[in-house]
């Protein structure tokens, strides 16, 4: 008897091993076949806030242009009344995040997928922050800039963290279907407005916007390159008020502009 238990245990502890090469055999294949490794982040569902701030700390340094006493200000960004919402698709927006050694130069690489996304809400205002200077509390908020809804149709992008292979921290390869459209644009002042009723932004002489840029910080700033052979179309120019008789239409025809720099002073 104790012969035969002896036997029954040695064979299930070889049949366990066998199990347990066996899976990790198949776990091992899968990986190899279907290159799970890395990390999927899906966001679906909106991104909503109530406004994002940059806060210009030293006000209009040295004073002038009307101003006598320079104090600190914020550019605001969100609509007054509903905020600033990003609200994707039911694909949701998906970020796919891979570590690579690269040759001992290594890369962390997120790829950004937007799907077909509309960012609402996105209007500019200048305002007077509280006494920290945090832009945690603003007052006084005045417009400047209206944009309307902003849809970002096909939108990807590819970023490039630790070192960049690619030649920029930031690169973004997209054909936007249909074009850029901003549903409501006007640059706002005291008396009146310069406003269109919508513009479109399209690769020269055709329907869809391809995007090539290269969005990248340096010593100086962040530099932004590739923005070449562009029209754009817009609609019922006007100057005051929105019940402003229209002037007609505006078309810029094929535009292209050198390396854009944006820094601080």
Known sequence: MKTLTKLALVSAMTLSGHAMALESLDDEALSSATGQDGITISITGDITMDYMAVVDRDGLTPAGYGITTPEAGAIVVGDASNGLAIRPDAGGIKLVIDADGNAGVPVLNINADLGDTVVEGVNLAVASVGGDNTGATIANRAEVLSLGDIELNGLTANIQ?????????????????????????????????????????????????????????????????????????????????????????????????????????
């Open 161 to 265: 963290l630790g070192n960049q292979a690619q030649g920029a921290m930031i690169n973004v390869q997209s054909t936007i279907t249909g074009g850029l459209t901003l549903s409501d644009f006007a640059l706002k002042g005291t008396n009146g407005d310069i406003g269109f009723g919508a513009v479109t932004i399209t690769d020269n002489a055709d329907t869809n916007l391809t995007l090539d840029l290269d969005i990248d910080p340096t010593a100086t700033g962040l530099s932004i390159t590739g923005i070449n052979n562009m029209d754009i179309a817009a609609s019922n120019l006007r100057f005051g008020d929105t019940n402003a008789a229209a002037l007609g239409a505006l078309y810029i025809s094929n535009l292209s502009v050198g390396d854009v720099t944006i820094s601080g002073h």
